[in-house]
């Protein structure tokens, strides 16, 4: 099924905040890769939770039976959102950071001296951070570069990955420049050393489908927010792998994976919101079952995301002054739909401001990819100012956006 102008401007009466009295001019939220907005099925699945089920788990009565029916139905929602074959594959945590965290302190018990662990200049910290700690364990922290074209340098992707390579870690897609890795390639370079894999997808995760049975990575992280859910973050480790790690947990708790890292009682009715997020995605789609309605609406729903993406950087490229950074929208499909630009002589917190106040929702900053707005040599100069499509984004937003910016361009010159 198509997702275009009209299921865009349908989707947009789902979501309880695009209806918020704003005002004039009223709110354009293009901030969806700090997080999307929410639909009501998701809002309603949450309260639902707490009326019918709210309960702890494992317990011997009507409630926290349905509790536990309901979040192992979840996982079985996420499995098929991600690909995977197994809801046994599936952990939940606060967020992807402290999942990232809990990780790499399992891992780090693994480590010796002079192993290497491979990150990339690209990454969001939540994907370096966690791994560089591993450095404190005698690791070799290796970085790879990132191109003034903001894509990864594939000769030195495959130069730091070596005989002595523990661990790849590599987002799908960059959060700051919408650039979409090829982790195929990661994979297949992890693979012949005998390291594992550790894929960020948590801005690739809301535009694209995914095929976590086929990419085959160790370890992919996701987070809900970004996908219309709430603030749950997501693990899907290889099949048996986490029960071979020694996460912190307590004794007591469940030892088995997906449990194995999963400390203390989870936010259940978030979780409730993860499914009906995944439900919500896969209502867009077609199919017999909830992966091939999943495939299908995100697979339409990245062609409208990336029409609206085209749109800006068309209407960008007619405006002097302004810079777009990352690699060309129009040039590919496997770009995510997040365009970040400076706008000369003006600070990026500036540009922001004034968009804000246009009623144009934009993040200004390096949105934690400090290193990446390093290495471009935009540190000490704001930074970028980041657009973030989102299925409930349209046109007419994009235009609004392209005038505001003709506007604060030229008042610079
Ligand atoms: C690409 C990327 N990775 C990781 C994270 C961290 O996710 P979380 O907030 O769930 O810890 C973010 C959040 O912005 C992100 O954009």
């Known amino acids: 099924m198509p997702f275009s102008h ?11 905040a695009l209806s918020r009295p704003t005002g004039d001019p009223p709110l354009a ?7 999307t907005q929410v639909p009501r099925s998701v809002l309603d699945a949450m309260n639902d939770y707490y009326e019918q089920a709210n309960a702890n788990t494992h317990g011997r009565f009507a409630t926290s039976r349905e509790s536990d029916r309901r979040m192992l139905e979840v996982r079985r ?3 098929a959102f991600l690909g995977v074959d197994s809801w046994r594959r599936i952990s939940f945590g606060q967020n992807m950071t402290t999942l990232a965290y809990s990780l790499s302190r399992a891992l780090a018990r693994e ?6 662990v491979v990150i990339t200049q690209l990454d969001h910290e939540a994907n370096r951070g966690p ?3 591993l450095g404190e364990r005698g690791a070799r922290i290796r970085e790879v570069a990132l191109t003034p074209e903001g894509v990864l340098d594939r000769d030195d992707l495959e130069a730091k990955i070596g005989a002595r390579t523990r661990l790849v870690a590599i987002g799908w ?6 650039t979409v890795n090829d982790v195929e390639h990661a994979r297949r370079l992890a693979s012949a050393v005998g390291a594992q894999l550790v894929v960020d997808a948590v801005h690739y995760a809301p535009h694209f489908p995914i095929d976590g049975e086929r990419l085959d990575a160790d370890f992919l992280l996701c987070s809900a927010y970004k996908f219309y859910g709430p603030h749950v973050g997501i693990l899907c480790a290889r099949d048996g792998l986490l029960d071979q790690l020694e996460p912190e947990r307590l004794s007591t708790q469940d030892q088995e994976a997906p449990y194995r890292i999963e400390t203390g009682t989870l936010n259940h009715a978030a979780l409730a919101g993860v499914g009906a997020a995944i439900d919500y995605l896969a209502s867009w789609g077609e199919g017999d079952d909830l992966r091939s309605r999943s495939v299908d609406a995100m697979s339409s729903i990245a062609q409208w995301e990336h029409s609206l993406a085209r749109r800006y950087e068309a209407g960008l490229r007619e405006l002097p002054g302004v810079r777009i950074w990352g690699p060309p929208v129009a040039r590919t499909e496997r770009r995510a739909p997040t365009v970040s ?3 000369e002589g003006v600070d990026s917190g500036d540009v922001a401001e004034r968009l804000g106040e246009s009623g144009l929702q934009v993040w200004d900053g390096h949105f934690y990819a400090a290193r990446a707005v390093e290495v471009l040599g935009l540190a000490d100069r704001g930074g970028l100012v980041r657009t973030g499509f989102s299925l409930y984004n349209d046109p007419d937003e ?7 910016l003709r506007e604060i361009a030229a008042s610079a010159r």
């Open 173 to 178: 897609a960059s959060n700051a420049l919408g």
């Open 111 to 116: 480590i010796r001296p002079g192993d290497e």
């Open 77 to 79: 929602k996420v499995a």
């Open 29 to 35: 939220y293009l901030d969806g890769p700090a997080g």
């Open 6 to 16: 009209a299921e865009s401007r349908r989707a947009r009466q789902d979501f309880p």
């Open 131 to 133: 791994w560089a700690a």
């Open 341 to 343: 630009i400076t706008v």
């Open 398 to 404: 994009v235009d609004r956006l392209v005038a505001a």
